[in-house]
């Protein structure tokens, strides 16, 4: 199994940025890619942005040019990374970290950002 702890989240108001973590233990050798997600209000969830392994990375069109993806990795466990610069309101939304592998899919549990108009 895999878990996954993401931190980060917050207000911040528009034009500002923000850093999102995502700690995954356990079987963290397991996993393929990592991505992270998001699900505003009334709205599906989507995707935000993935990496894989190699490190090659994959962006939903509305955060091209201003989030960042990258991940670190050690012995015992990855961390993913979400850089999040020229904030707008519409990126409020609940952010998930996922972690896709061997063992399946795991999800956090969340991390809320609010960005202020």
């Known amino acids: 199994q895999v878990q996954l702890v993401e931190s980060g989240g917050g207000l911040v108001q528009a034009g500002g940025s923000m850093r999102l973590s995502c700690v995954a233990s356990g079987s963290s050798f397991s996993i393929n890619a990592m991505g992270w997600y998001r699900q505003a209000p009334r709205k599906q969830r989507e995707l935000v942005a993935l990496i894989n392994l190699s490190g090659r990375t994959n962006y939903a069109d509305s955060v091209k040019g201003r989030f960042i993806i990258n991940l670190a990795r050690d012995n015992t466990k990855n961390t993913l990374y979400l850089q999040m610069n020229s904030l707008k309101h519409e990126d409020t939304a609940v952010y998930y970290c996922?972690?896709?592998?061997?063992?399946?899919?795991?999800w956090g549990r969340g991390t809320q950002v609010a960005v202020s108009s």
């Open positions: 996922d972690a896709d592998g061997s063992l399946g899919d795991s």
